[in-house]
């Protein structure tokens, strides 16, 4: 039935949750009801086998034997896979080396090295036949990190990368003060909540459908048919969700899911892996830990004046993406800072470790923390409060704007940021508060430190700055979208519903997200690099634009309007002075046989990126924030409490202000943890010791800080044409984490009348701080 239109119709309602908005995430209920499906929750088939990786106890050696005779008589054993089972190429290096074999061949290079597989009728009979395998090895000299590495001639493996603006040579001649210095940081397990899983259902005619926790399907897709020696289009990748992934099912998924693909390809029967912890954490890559050497010159006013930095980092045995993470370690080691003259080298250093990949942040926060060490040294060698040395070297706009690699900034609000959040959060006398609090108290130390963060947001390799979509309007007035992007807990799903409720006017019951698959949307790039809701929300818009285009032109042309007056809003279509509701607008445009479904594809513009001379536009733009940290630290014991944290973040015109505050929320926790209790340690055999929960210590609720005040940026849209100009915030919040490391070294610094650089590495454990608390009384360490 049609009803007349309001006289103005720009007052006609909006949908309530629609984009920049906060509606509630797609699956909560499902969360929090236990209804959510995962892989290890999906119905399984009759018959499904299940497969389970045997793994190396050798972090470097040659394989003389192999016996795995016991292996295949155990009980419930159906086959055994080795590289030789392999019909296509044994490899599934995610950069296309012949460097990282599903199966090891003649050598392992790791402790925890997949060398074989077991198929079995129950994962329960799998786990128990791996243990019978008798492998001989002849071991071989193991290098376990940077120093070993570099003693014994530095491999890598990835090509070294240099940035370079002006002279440093004479920069940091010329400078009145110079300071020289080390600051390492180690790496960090994922640790997901749902561990590595896949399934694999074989077709006919050589279709192999597989269902993996995978950041990138079509990769998986990918690797999948490489293995087993098929063209892309008979295998299909789906996800519907994740359990996590924080970069670590971005390419670490991928061996999981072609194990259970050729366990399916070989038997003919349905297989699945599924990996438990410890396996899981032998198996698979972490965050890459770092040695960074800096020299900085400045002057007696804090001005910094040149820096030189080389970044080596401990990438583990084969390639995987050790090289872009390198790489965007160089671009975030300036963070927010303006340096006249610099230069960054990098050192892809080879181990004999697990394969270290990617995770949130993606090599950023180690340059970050190496950009912020060189302001404290500057402001404890001049006497200045660090944000006052901050301030005096932040980016300018219009001068003092070309960062390293000769991108200009464009938009640095970093000095408005940190203005604010220093007034708002009272920093000045809460500091003074402190100090006082500090020269009366013994054992108990507080500190309190304000970092900001600037973070590029794009893909550094340019091509994977794409993204594809489906949608579907059915004749009900109901939605389907379908994207390239994955799922893993962020709320990416939930912003592409918005998207379609906007533009639309729809409720958010009329819109439905499913599973993403390469069989619907192919090609797709990794959902990484924060980039999830920038491409995949770009190219649902482009979908929905286009039916969007096709439903006004029928309207205009049956009801004789303009096209301008056919909108959208959550009572109905407005056509000039009637309004219809938007599902009998479909079933007509369906009854004149106009197409209800499109496809839609999105490239980010403006970049570019050369690392043959290091220099390019390799970021669309960068989010901005700034966190002020206040802690307590117990010079008995090594232990430190967040007492408070401030956080100002920049999400541009957020697209849904409660998930991305819970997003930053998250991304400071688990990058306060990756600073403090988070600790990878690996024994003189190559053995990763740290291998589970007991093990292994990740925040817990209550380490979270006492007082926890986060918000977003007001009145600041993005200034490039993003998504309704909102900004990316997967990545940038993590780093507000080293606001806690520099409270911690605050703290430690009123040991010796905050007089000496405490130069504190991280992860900041007990032992490390009660390692410096004694450098900094002069103690013998």
Known sequence: MLEHAPKAPLEAPRVEGAASSSLKHESAFLHVTGAATYIDDMPEPKGILHVVPGLSTKAHAKIL?????????????????????VPGQNQVSPVHREDEPLLATDRVFFWGQPLFAVVAE??????????????????????????????????????????????????????????????????????????????????????????????????????????????????????????????????????????????????????????????????????????????????DAGHILAVDMVL??????????????????????????????????????????????????????????????????????????????????????????????????????????????VRECDYETRKAEIRTFNACSRHIKRGIALTP???????????????????????????????????????????MVQIAMREFGLEADRVRITATTTGKVPNTSATAASSGADLNGMAVLDAIRTIKGRMVTFAAEKWDVEPEEVRFYADGVHIGEIVLPFAKLAWEVYFARISLSASGFYKTPKISWNPETGRGRPFFYFAYGAACAEVSVDLLTGENTIDRVDILHDAGQSLNPAIDIGQIEGGFVQGAGWLTTEELVWDDFGRLRTHAPSTYKIPACSDRPRVFNVSLLENAPNREETIFRSKAVGEPPFVHGVAVLHAI??????????????????????????RAAMRLRGEPV
């Open 453 to 495: 963060v600037k973070f590029g947001i794009s893909f550094t390799a340019t091509h994977y700055n794409q993204a594809g979509a489906l949608v579907h309007v059915y004749t009900d007035g109901s939605v389907q979208v379908n994207h390239g992007g994955t799922e893993m807990g962020q709320g990416l799903h939930t912003k």
């Open 312 to 421: 080596a980092a401990r990438c583990g045995w084969s390639a995987d993406l050790s090289g872009p993470v390198v790489d965007r370690a160089l671009f975030h080691a300036d963070n927010a800072y303006f340096y006249p003259d610099v230069r960054f080298r990098s050192e892809a250093l080879k181990t004999n470790t697990q394969s270290n990949t990617a995770y949130r942040g993606f090599g950023g926060p180690q340059g970050i923390v190496a950009a912020e060490r060189v302001i404290e040294e500057v402001a404890f060698a001049t006497g200045l409060d660090p944000v006052t040395v901050r301030m005096r070297n932040f980016y300018g706009m219009g001068s003092r704007d070309v960062t390293p690699y000769h991108m200009v900034v464009e938009d640095s609000i970093s000095g408005q940021i940190v203005s604010q959040l």
């Open 122 to 299: 129950t994962r329960e009979a799998g786990r128990h036949a791996v243990r019978l395998a008798r492998i001989e090895y002849e071991e071989m000299p193991a290098i376990l990190n940077v120093a070993q590495a570099r003693e014994n001639g530095g491999e890598l493996v990835w090509r070294p990368l240099t940035m370079e603006r002006g002279d440093v040579a004479r920069g940091l001649a010329a400078a009145p003060m110079r300071v020289s210095g080390r600051v390492t940081m180690g790496g960090q397990e994922h640790f997901y909540l749902e561990g590595q899983a896949a399934w694999a259902q074989p077709g006919e005619a050589g279709e192999m459908r597989v269902w993996s926790s995978t950041q990138h399907p079509s990769e998986t897709q990918h690797l999948v048919a490489t293995v087993l020696g098929r063209p892309h289009h008979l295998v299909t990748t789906e996800v519907r969700r994740m359990g996590g992934g924080f970069g670590g099912k971005e390419t670490q998924a991928n061996a999981p899911a072609c194990l259970a693909a050729l366990a399916a390809e070989l038997t003919g029967q349905a297989a699945k892996l599924r990996l438990d912890r410890d396996d899981d954490m032998m198996m698979t890559g972490k965050r890459h830990d770092f040695v960074v050497d800096y020299e900085v010159g400045f002057d």
């Open 745 to 770: 070294s605050d703290a430690l610094a009123s040991l010796d009348d905050y007089r000496t650089c405490p130069r504190l590495d991280a992860p900041a454990t007990p032992e490390t701080v009660l």
């Open 65 to 85: 034997s192999m016996d795995l005779e016991a292996v295949r008589r155990a009980p419930g054993v159906v086959r055994v896979l080795t590289a030789a089972d």
